[in-house]
């Protein structure tokens, strides 16, 4: 069985845009394997984004506490600037310097 020249020309068209497409398909951009590497890369941001998430949420209960009490504040004030309360008494404990040199 003899194609024409006419079928074996389109034929040929036909195979090299299939293995056109095929090429694209696992090569090119928008291949298998870019879209897997995408998705690793989409888990990966999405796992960060959860954790600026958390920290974003703690970071808005402590600015709600400060806005709203004065514990909080207190607190700070305690322990950074070294408050002390009318009635408290304060005791320091200095611990004697070793000469190890």
């Keep these: 069985m003899k194609l024409s020249p006419v079928r ?3 034929l040929a068209v036909l195979a090299l845009l299939l293995l056109g497409l ?6 090119g951009e928008g291949s298998l394997r870019h879209v897997a590497t995408l998705e690793k890369q ?3 941001l999405s796992e960060q ?3 600026l998430a ?13 806005k709203e009490g ?3 504040v207190e607190e700070i004030a305690r322990k950074d ?12 404990i200095v ?7």
């Design 49 to 51: 984004n959860a954790e």
């Design 8 to 10: 074996q020309v389109i």
């Design 95 to 101: 611990e004697p310097a070793s000469d190890s040199q």
């Design 70 to 72: 004065t514990e909080a």
């Design 42 to 44: 989409v888990a990966s």
């Design 54 to 66: 958390e920290r974003n949420r703690l970071m808005a209960a402590d600015v709600r506490d400060l």
């Design 22 to 27: 095929q090429g694209r398909l696992w090569f």
């Design 81 to 92: 600037l070294g408050m002390i309360r009318d009635g408290e008494t304060f005791f320091l």
